[in-house]
Every structure is written in C-alpha cells, then in structure tokens.
C-alpha cells in the first residue's frame, strides 16, 4: 500500500504543524495540505482527494464535523472539546476516532497504527468475510494493537525486525535462514502477521510459475 495522504484542519498554526510532525513519524503517510478554515479545508480535500482527515471541531467559519460529513473519506477528530455532544456528533457523522486536545503524540501515532492495520486488512482481498471484518474493526480501534503487542514473542519480535531493516519483501525461507529458525516456524509466524493486517504480502512468480509469498512491512 502506498503511503496514504492525509488533510489536517486546525486553525492554531502551530498545533497543525505538531499534528503534521506526528503523522509523517508514524510511517505510511504524508501530509498533502493543512488549513485553518472550512473554506481552506475544502479546497485543499478537493484538490490533494486524501485518504484521511484529522478535523478540529471549532473552526473560525463553522465546525469541522461539517467536513467529516460532508466528505466520502475517513476522520479523525481532535479537539479540546469534551462535551457528550461533540462526541456522540462526531461519531454519528463519521470519525472512527476522537482525541481530545492536548494529547500525548503516542496516542495519534496508534491512532494511525490501528487504522493502518484496518486498511490493510481490507485491501488484502476483494471479498471479504465476517472474521475479517471484525478483525478489522477491532483493529481500527485499537484494542487488538495493544493485545498483540502485549503478546508478541521474542521470535515474532525477530522475525518483525528481520522485515524492518530490510528494503525488500522477503520470503519465508529468507527470514528463517537470517534468523537461524526452520522455514515452517518463520512462515507460521509470517502468516499470522500478515492475518493480523501487519504486514503486507506479495506474490513472486518464478521459474516453475508456482507463485512464491513474499512478506514486508506498510510503508
């Protein structure tokens, strides 16, 4: 997947350029446009067609929310507003996350992990059924994250560095030669990456035309 282009709105100048800085250092993103406005926003979403939006509600020619709803793309909202209102609004018009300002720069950047993880579940195929989707939703939000982190083992961390610092996709037999395992445990582990959505497969077709999986990380 290509790196998804992302419009923040937020008229503090320099609260767009700290969201700006949080998103690129997440990886698999880039900033195509901030704006201060309604108006500015609406310029910037039809000319860059981004992938996301981050919103701040209380804009100096209207809200945000108008944005979110107004828009066929996903939002997250983020705001110093905290009223059940603003929330529940917010939700019914479309964000699938809401961070209240100030907010530590970690909580975005798993933010944009999770949903990474979602759009990478939904990419991998053209149907889809309903594990997948509510692995999807699960992961959108966050909650399978912080599980599979807290669970990951020492190989599967290996085996997620081995992929890391590698420029190209690998294969099952490369990462089990680097990371001295059997091919049968580093596919084992590579499949159930790549089920969770973190990490992205590729098919190579080689002499024989049977169609090997290689395996790398969301750019």
Known sequence: MSELRVVIVDDDFHVARLHT????????????????????ARTAIEAARPELLLADIYLPDGSGLDLVRGYDLDAIVL???????????SFQRGAFAYLVKPFA?????????????YRNLLDAQPELDQETIDR???????????DAAARRSP??????????QSPDALSAPV?????????ATAQRYLSALA???????????????????????PR
């Open 21 to 40: 800085r949080i998103v690129e250092a997440t990886g698999g993103y880039t900033v195509v446009a901030t704006a201060g406005s309604i108006a500015e």
């Open 155 to 164: 190989t599967e961390q290996s085996v997620l560095e081995a992929l890391a």
């Open 175 to 183: 990462v089990a030669a680097q990371l001295g395992i059997s091919r």
């Open 195 to 217: 089920h969770d959505g973190q990490l992205l497969v590729e098919l190579r077709y080689g002499s024989t035309g049977r169609p090997e999986h290689r395996y790398r990380l």
């Open 136 to 146: 999807a939703r699960r992961v959108l939000h966050g909650s399978a994250t912080r």
């Open 79 to 89: 705001s110093a507003a905290v009223t059940a209102a603003a929330v529940r609004t």
């Open 105 to 117: 720069d970690e909580a975005l950047a798993e933010v944009l992990r999770g949903y990474t993880r």
